[in-house]
């Protein structure tokens, strides 16, 4: 005769191993806000805030209320590939959001106004650069991960450049 404390046992055993494969086997949802993570416009172009999905253009008002309009862009940022930018416009700061080519929220950047962390970017640029180069604007990008970078803007002799820093100030690659 079979126990039947056994027999409950056995049987609840079965059924939960069965609802681990069932939901092991459900296909996860999609949540990235662009098809295949391909951005949906051509690389340094303008993006009105019309173009701009939804979850972007709220979460951006949510982060910075005091902005009037939104602009869009999307840029190479070196070996991470395409990132969407989005800046506010009406914000003190040159304050602007990061995006990775799915429509992931990944970093926030501001101008960075503090005077050592400026100096000592600028030794590192003027050591990298040669003496000639003079430092315009410095942004720092604070990614959600906790990693930090920068970007700042040389002028040497011609135009200037726009050039993505590590936290320690080296350069990683041309921006714009």
């Given amino acids: ?34 098809k295949d993570c391909v951005l949906p416009w051509p690389e340094q172009e303008p993006i009105p805030q019309a173009d701009l999905p939804k979850e972007i253009v709220d979460f951006t008002y949510k982060t910075f209320p005091e902005a009037d309009t939104l602009y869009g862009g999307v840029i190479k940022f070196c070996e991470s590939g395409l990132r969407l930018l989005i800046q506010p416009e009406g914000t003190s700061n040159y304050d602007f959001l990061l995006y990775d080519s799915c429509g992931k929220f990944i970093a926030k950047g501001l101008a960075e106004t503090d005077i050592d962390i400026r100096s ?33 803007e040389v002028f040497t002799q011609g135009p200037s450049t726009v050039y993505l820093l590590d936290k320690d100030g080296n350069i990683l690659c041309i921006l714009a």
């Fill in 1 to 34: 005769m079979i126990n039947s404390n056994f027999l409950v046992k056995s049987l609840a055993i079965y059924a939960m191993t069965f609802l681990i494969i069932l939901s092991s086997c459900r296909k996860d949802e999609d949540t990235n806000l662009f």
């Fill in 120 to 152: 000592k970017l600028r030794e590192k640029i003027k050591e990298q650069l040669g003496d000639s180069v003079s430092l315009y604007d410095t942004l720092s990008i604070n990614y959600e991960n906790g990693n930090l970078e920068y970007t700042a």
